[in-house]
């Protein structure tokens, strides 16, 4: 069963007085947590539907109400019906839904539309910086969904907006109005945050489809001719599909235009896997907006903001592997660190677009693993020593799956000092730098965790991080299933408070066991909801573990350069 | 990227000594020249007698076309030796995918000239992704061109020569639009980043090549690419129509803070 939070994302309002809210995506539910005390706030989609939809297996009558309530809010949203790839139904799920087919048929069918899951697993999270909306993105029916969030920590879809291709990473500009959405065809949309859908027959007069839409579709419209003649010189392929269409003439289908307003940015020809944005200082003194795009192929691409992101202001080049992460720290957004499936941790520098410094992280990655003793329990050897002496293994592979980055306090010199906090995939641990204003970035210490690392969340206000674990393999298994007995006396997540005195990071006692608590009990109420079960074996491995995936095998790499 | 392998004869002279594997032998001069989807080397091979003074450089992602065009061209190399020792030492070939590898190869701004001589058409709809010719690869191509720098494309798929000057034209002037929008570009819907050059008639491309200078080299590489790449002879074999566009890239626009 899936509890484990996939994302996590935190979010401060504005005003001092309001506390910030931590938000965690578990399968395709979104609870929300005090970031204060680690208090449970709230659940997305509500509890209460849940909840009446577990005592249903008693009641038709109730069940068939709430799947009413649930196709109606499907109409509202304009969700288009079609829905692609979903999860299929493994043991115990599968087990529920033969319960619910056979309650369907006394129920005259009402309820073969609850057979679907209600929402695909939630890939990515992103709270706007002024913390009033969540921004989360389910995979598989390709949904950016943007929700209103209270202070009281309860969720409220405004809009739903399904993609053209897969989003990969979902950032905000900076002055919150715009999602920028990377997908993984390679284009980079940009979307007004509080979208919402427009009337279908509203659509040709958009600005975003094109001031021609209307001539394209004439064009559409005119009689298929074929766009070459015999005399045209090409392969025997392109020639095959030329005689195809030929045959078949007028039928093509029609694409289906995006029913909401959409911009095309940019794009890569390759896997897009993170997007940022920043905003530099210009030698007129006015602060420039770039946008900066990793991808599969190594290459890190800056480019303008909007709206001139069609512009290439350069490449930092000099990663030899697939990048998954960008991060630009706060107070030196000119530095930017990235981290992927080599075995490095590289800083650039923007303004000069040049690579700053190089960190090995495999080293660290496997430091730690050699003083792993099994279930999660380390030998009490630091770290530092062991460097030097411990054997790298050579089939180990380190990839980055999240880089997060926290001021703190300031240098004697007045200059502020930043942490970085990079987790790997599949393994349990916190790596901790620190950057200062030299622009260099310093080992601070190996932090290890109970269980693999999933994601990071930083708690500004707080100085703090919380990280939420995979409790269902075992420490530096991407696969190894932990045994069940241990799988629920594992903590879900831990959280971690920076002492500026000592100048280390340190558990933050209270508000963990607080969180530990809250997410448990979110665990156990989702005990006997399906949805919850949704993802196991491989689905769950993909859901946590997805990055891997991105290295190339022998002969897809290209890369002769 | 090690250009010494590739241009031997240009490789700075104080650094030919160097014996060392990892060291970067510079060349004198950058390649300013680039062939995307070269073939077997028809136009390198015309071209290089034609700009001896540039670096021109073939890129191709078939790997044995590839290896072909690096035999043909040390082939060249060594016939020429003694009777002319510097021709076609300024054309090379590599594999590469560009459309994914362009800026590994070259910086920004360094090239003045790009050919997309027949490229694939990807008759299908949805493989039109795979055209060398998008609205995203348009900003890849504007990156590494200098200001004033021009694109040189030749088809004879006049469908296809369409859908590359709507890309071109489109690029930059309303933002990037997807593969499947309508653009079509209106007079006076602002300057995009690509200006279209009107081009002579086949045949009389002579006119301009008289009148000297930049017009003059044009008129030279229009007429090269019609017939000097092995596709264009194949075409004009065949009986069959050549359509050639050249796209001339401005400036960059100022900033919205420098506006």
């Not at chain 1, 997060?404 to 000092?417: D, F, K």
């Given at each position: 069963?899936?509890?484990?939070?996939?994302?996590?994302?935190?979010?401060?309002?504005?005003?001092?007085?309001?506390?910030?809210?931590?938000?965690?995506?578990?399968?395709?539910?979104?609870?929300?947590?005090?970031?204060?005390?680690?208090?449970?706030?709230?659940?997305?989609?509500?509890?209460?539907?849940?909840?009446?939809?577990?005592?249903?297996?008693?009641?038709?009558?109730?069940?068939?109400?709430?799947?009413?309530?649930?196709?109606?809010?499907?109409?509202?949203?304009?969700?288009?019906?079609?829905?692609?790839?979903?999860?299929?139904?493994?043991?115990?799920?599968?087990?529920?839904?033969?319960?619910?087919?056979?309650?369907?048929?006394?129920?005259?069918?009402?309820?073969?539309?609850?057979?679907?899951?209600?929402?695909?697993?939630?890939?990515?999270?992103?709270?706007?910086?002024?913390?009033?909306?969540?921004?989360?993105?389910?995979?598989?029916?390709?949904?950016?969904?943007?929700?209103?969030?209270?202070?009281?920590?309860?969720?409220?879809?405004?809009?739903?907006?399904?993609?053209?291709?897969?989003?990969?990473?979902?950032?905000?500009?900076?002055?919150?109005?715009?999602?920028?959405?990377?997908?993984?065809?390679?284009?980079?949309?940009?979307?007004?945050?509080?979208?919402?859908?427009?009337?279908?027959?509203?659509?040709?007069?958009?600005?975003?489809?094109?001031?021609?839409?209307?001539?394209?579709?004439?064009?559409?419209?005119?009689?298929?001719?074929?766009?070459?003649?015999?005399?045209?010189?090409?392969?025997?392929?392109?020639?095959?599909?030329?005689?195809?269409?030929?045959?078949?003439?007028?039928?093509?289908?029609?694409?289906?235009?995006?029913?909401f307003d959409h911009k095309l940015l940019l794009g890569h020809v390759s896997l897009l896997t993170d997007v940022a944005c920043v905003t530099l200082a210009s030698p007129s003194h006015k602060p420039r907006n770039y946008i900066l795009t990793s991808d599969r192929d190594e290459h890190i691409r800056i480019s303008r903001g909007v709206p001139q992101a069609h512009i290439i202001e350069g490449y930092c080049l000099g990663h030899t592997e697939f990048i998954t992460k960008l991060c630009v720290p706060p107070v030196y957004p000119h530095l930017l660190i990235s981290g992927g499936g080599d075995n490095y941790l590289i800083l650039w520098d923007l303004f000069a677009g040049r690579m700053q410094q190089q960190l090995d992280l495999k080293s660290l990655v496997a430091t730690l693993k050699n003083t792993h003793l099994g279930d999660g329990n380390f030998s009490d050897v630091s770290p530092e020593i062991k460097t030097t002496e411990t054997k790298v293994d050579k089939t180990l592979r380190v990839c980055v799956s999240n880089i997060?980055?926290?001021?703190?306090?300031?240098?004697?010199?007045?200059?502020?000092?930043?942490?970085?906090?990079?987790?790997?995939?599949?393994?349990?641990?916190?790596?901790?730098?620190?950057?200062?204003v030299n622009a260099q970035i310093r080992f601070n210490a190996s932090i290890h965790t109970e269980s693999n690392v999933i994601d990071l969340a930083v708690l500004r206000k707080q100085s703090s991080v919380v990280y939420s674990m995979d409790t269902s393999h075992q420490a530096f298994s991407t696969d190894a299933s932990a045994d069940t007995v241990k799988q629920s006396s594992r903590s879900l997540v831990g959280c971690l408070s920076y002492s500026s005195d000592s100048k280390t990071w340190k558990e933050n006692e209270p508000l963990q066991a607080n969180l530990v608590a809250a997410t448990r009990q979110c665990a156990d109420s989702h005990q006997h909801d399906p949805q919850a079960g949704a993802a196991e074996g491989k689905s769950l491995h993909e859901l946590l573990y997805g990055l891997e995936s991105l290295r190339k095998r022998g002969s897809e790499n290209e890369t002769d350069v | 990227m090690d250009w010494s392998l590739c241009y031997p004869a240009f490789v700075v002279p104080d650094t030919q000594l160097v014996t060392e594997d990892h060291a970067l032998k510079p060349l004198t001069k950058p390649v300013t020249i680039a062939d995307i989807g070269c073939g077997f080397g028809g136009l390198l091979v015309a071209l290089s007698p034609l700009l001896p003074d540039e670096l021109i450089l073939g890129l191709e992602i078939r790997t044995q076309v590839t290896e072909y065009v690096e035999d043909r061209i040390s082939a060249l190399r060594s016939q020429h030796e003694i009777s002319s020792p510097g021709l076609y030492q300024n054309i090379a070939c590599l594999r590469a995918n560009t459309m994914k590898f362009l800026p590994n190869f070259f910086t920004r701004g360094q090239l003045s000239h790009i050919f997309l001589c027949f490229p694939d058409p990807h008759f299908k709809a949805r493989k039109h992704k795979a055209r060398i010719v998008s609205s995203t690869l348009c900003a890849e191509y504007a990156y590494v061109l200098k200001p004033g720098g021009c694109v040189y494309t030749i088809t004879d798929v006049e469908d296809l020569g369409e859908w590359m000057r709507r890309r071109f034209e489109a690029f930059g002037n309303s933002g990037v639009r997807g593969e499947d929008d309508g653009v079509e570009t209106r007079e006076g819907q602002g300057k995009g980043v690509f200006e279209k050059i009107e081009l002579p008639e086949e045949g009389k491309e002579g006119e301009w090549v008289v009148e000297g200078g930049e017009k003059g080299q044009m008129g030279m590489l229009v007429r090269c690419i019609r017939e000097e790449t092995e596709e264009g002879k194949k075409v004009s074999r065949n009986g069959g129509k050549k359509f050639v566009s050249v796209y001339r890239r401005r400036k960059d626009p100022a900033w919205p803070d420098e506006i």
């Open positions: 069963m899936l509890y484990q939070y996939q994302c996590l994302a935190y979010c401060q309002p504005a005003s001092q007085s309001q506390t910030g809210i931590l938000v965690g995506a578990s399968g395709s539910f979104i609870h929300t947590f005090s970031a204060q005390n680690g208090r449970y706030l709230s659940t997305w989609p509500s509890l209460e539907t849940t909840a009446q939809t577990r005592s249903s297996g008693q009641n038709n009558g109730k069940k068939s109400e709430v799947s009413n309530q649930k196709s109606s809010s499907q109409d509202d949203s304009k969700r288009p019906p079609k829905r692609q790839k979903l999860s299929p139904a493994t043991d115990d799920s599968g087990n529920f839904s033969a319960e619910i087919a056979a309650a369907g048929d006394s129920d005259n069918g009402v309820s073969t539309k609850y057979q679907q899951p209600s929402n695909p697993p939630i890939i990515k999270l992103a709270g706007t910086s002024a913390g009033q909306h969540v921004i989360a993105v389910t995979g598989e029916d390709k949904c950016i969904r943007v929700f209103d969030l209270a202070a009281d920590g309860i969720l409220m879809q405004l809009s739903e907006r399904a993609m053209p291709k897969r989003p990969c990473a979902i950032t905000l500009t900076p002055d919150d109005s715009t999602i920028l959405c990377a997908d993984k065809f390679g284009d980079v949309y940009s979307l007004p945050l509080a979208g919402q859908a427009y009337e279908p027959e509203a659509v040709n007069g958009i600005d975003a489809n094109g001031p021609n839409s209307s001539s394209d579709q004439k064009q559409k419209q005119k009689p298929f001719a074929p766009s070459a003649t015999s005399l045209t010189v090409h392969t025997k392929r392109n020639r095959d599909v030329l005689r195809q269409q030929q045959k078949l003439n007028n039928h093509r289908a029609e694409k289906k235009a995006l029913s997060q980055a926290l001021e703190t306090h300031n240098e004697p010199s007045g200059h502020p000092v930043i942490q970085i906090i990079v987790t790997c995939e599949g393994v349990p641990a916190l790596f901790t730098f620190t950057l200062g | -």
